[in-house]
């Protein structure tokens, strides 16, 4: 059974930075399969914010965290992490990670599609206030 589990969250001043972790449970997750971070903020749709490509580390990113969010990951630790820097009050969110789906049909949808992926981990608040 696979597992994704994230940790890192909290509360943070606007202009502050987190470091997110999701860590698998399984040792070749991250060799074959994309990773990818999403969010919901209250009241809003789930969305994708940040992927990492199992083959070459390509990376992927949301245009609203562009040039502050960085994805980076570390295949013998397991674990995908989500640098946040310059944190904004709209950021505040659940941050989820999640793995790409074995599927052809899946993997032809877009990088950030959220029907993707599967084995959802079970979330990790993210507060940005003053």
């Known amino acids: 059974q696979v597992q994704l589990v994230e940790s890192g969250g909290g509360l943070v001043q606007p202009g502050g930075s987190l470091r997110l972790s999701c860590t698998a449970s399984?040792?070749?997750?991250?060799?074959?399969?994309?990773i990818g971070w999403f969010r919901q903020a209250p009241g809003k749709e789930r969305e994708g914010v940040s992927v990492?490509?199992?083959?070459?580390?390509?990376?992927y990113y949301a245009d609203s965290v562009k040039g502050r969010f960085t994805i980076s990951k570390d295949n013998a630790k397991n674990t995908v992490y989500l640098q946040m820097n310059s944190l904004k009050p709209e950021d505040t969110a659940v941050y989820y990670c999640?793995?790409?789906?074995?599927?052809?049909?899946?993997?032809?949808?877009?990088?950030?599609?959220?029907?993707?992926?599967?084995?959802w981990g079970q979330g990790t608040q993210v507060t940005v206030s003053s």
């Open positions: 999640a793995k790409e789906k074995n599927s052809a049909t899946a993997q032809a949808l877009g990088v950030m599609d959220l029907l993707r992926y599967e084995y």
């Open positions: 399984s040792k070749f997750i991250l060799d074959y399969y994309h």
């Open positions: 990492i490509s199992h083959s070459d580390g390509r990376t």
